[in-house]
């Protein structure tokens, strides 16, 4: 085992709270393609049966510190593509915005048919996106949900402006809770990069309670430990996520 290899499984022995960590778990984390050094190693069904949720979690932070310090795996696309052509094992779905600053396969570094992208302008949820993400785990096998929100996002600006555009009217009025409920001293505009990114914090809380309330499936998933719902947040400035 690689000195990368222990260190991620140090990272997740850190947030594996019941300390169930076996060994056929660390021979996972090192064949995953999140954690792996080089190489196509395609998710497959019999690793992500070993990977709790937790430790799914734990891998997504561990592309993002890559990320960071620019040490992402070197990656072969080409044999990713031809590996997962004939199928398909993501261990987690995102909601994620539509910023082109924010792409999140990207930022936590994963690869190709290791996780769901569902992308919409302030990360909204919406029906369609909850049907989306009740086949990403329900019927496709992926363990975790995150939300992932970030900084400077221009749909709540818009929001907090009350833009009024087409369809984009209907979209941002889906913020209008958030920006009511965030608790914030000062001055609560769109010029205010602090109130924004705070408004934003308060829409991954919702949304992540929206999908709880909003999907039994869902919900029942989680409260049978098969799925985590967890919410998370990027900083465009520092390039990291953190959880929400
Ligand atoms: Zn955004």
């Known amino acids: 085992m ?4 222990h260190d991620g499984a140090q990272d997740c022995c850190a947030v594996d709270r019941r300390g169930l960590l076996t060994v056929s778990a660390f021979a996972a984390l090192a064949a995953t393609g999140m954690s792996a050094p080089a190489g196509a190693q395609v998710l ?3 690793i992500r049966e070993t990977l709790t949720p937790e430790q799914i979690i734990a891998l997504i932070l561990k592309g993002n510190a890559r990320f960071t310090s620019g040490t992402q795996r070197p990656r072969d696309w080409l044999a990713e593509q031809r590996e997962t052509a004939a199928g398909q094992h993501p261990a987690a779905v995102f909601l994620s915005c539509v910023d082109s600053r924010a792409p999140v396969e990207v930022v936590c570094d994963i690869g190709i048919g ?3 992208n569902a992308r919409v302008a302030g990360n909204a949820v919406n029906d369609d996106i909850l049907g989306s993400m009740e086949f990403a785990t329900a019927a496709a096998g992926a363990k975790v949900v995150m939300v992932m929100g970030h900084s ?7 929001a907090i402006d009350d833009v009024r555009l087409g369809n984009l009217t209907l979209l941002l009025a889906r913020f209008k809770n958030a920006i009511e409920e965030t608790k914030f001293e000062g001055d609560r505009t769109s010029k205010n990069p602090a109130f924004v990114d705070a408004v934003a914090h308060t829409n991954v809380r919702k949304s992540i309670q929206s999908i709880r309330d909003r999907s039994p499936v869902l919900r029942d998933l989680e409260q049978n430990k098969k799925i985590a719902i967890v919410g998370s947040f990027y900083d465009l400035e520092s390039g990291r996520v953190a959880l929400v």
Do not use: L, V
């Not at 400077?152 to 818009?158: E, N, S």
């Open 2 to 5: 690689s000195h990368e290899d």
């Open 44 to 46: 497959t069904a019999e």
């Open 114 to 116: 290791q996780a769901f």
């Open 152 to 158: 400077a996002c221009g749909a709540i600006k818009g």
